[in-house]
């Protein structure tokens, strides 16, 4: 069996990101044989055109840490019934210059966590319609609309209800098994 690398994008900026701490869950729950590091987003100056000839140094990073993983994994809060504005900037980076987008046939998978009552359900219905936009391969189901508590998701990623639990295992199990379909039909080309 292969192990996978997994790169995963936290949506949020904010040092107290209840889908940071639904990411460190997910990991805590994914199959031995996913592997993860997150990529980071935070530090990108707002795309521009402006840059294709010339990316700076942190854009090139982002799309060397894109290059380097099997799949991608999207932990997004919902901003304004969309996707926050931090993470479509760093899509907006990785899917450009022109002829050069990073997400191109990657294998993807969208989840997230908020208060409410809907979870993510509309940022998560922008952030596949850009992802399908970039040819991301992406998961369709399970979809998972998380909604937080903090007395369910405590700050080390651990998961205190077993139901909860449970899905979030297996939504992170059909991860798994979508990378290796993916990636049997489509390698990642590694520059």
Request: with cysteine; proline share 6%; charged share 20%.
């Amino acid at each position: 069996m292969s192990t996978y690398t997994v790169g995963y994008f936290v949506g949020s900026l904010s040092s107290t990101s209840i889908n940071r701490t639904l990411s460190k869950a997910l990991i805590k729950l994914a199959p031995d044989d996913l592997e993860f590091s997150e990529i980071p987003i935070g530090n990108l100056p707002l795309y521009s055109p402006d840059f294709d000839d010339d990316y700076p140094r942190v854009a090139r990073e982002l799309k060397a840490s894109i290059a380097a993983v099997d799949a991608v994994l999207f932990v997004a809060p919902e901003y304004n019934r969309s996707i926050p504005g931090a993470l479509k900037n760093a899509i907006d980076w990785a899917s450009r210059p022109w002829g050069q987008n990073s997400f191109d046939h990657i294998p993807a998978a969208v989840i997230g966590a908020s208060i409410g009552q809907l979870g993510t359900a509309m940022g998560q219905q922008g952030l596949r319609g850009v992802l399908s936009f970039c040819n991301a391969r992406q998961m369709t189901s399970p979809e998972a609309y998380i909604q937080y508590s903090p007395e369910v998701f405590l700050d080390d990623g651990e998961v205190t209800n077993d139901a909860t639990k449970e899905f979030l295992r297996a939504y992170m199990v059909e991860f798994r098994t979508y990378i290796g379909m993916v990636l049997t039909v489509l390698p990642r080309r590694r520059e």
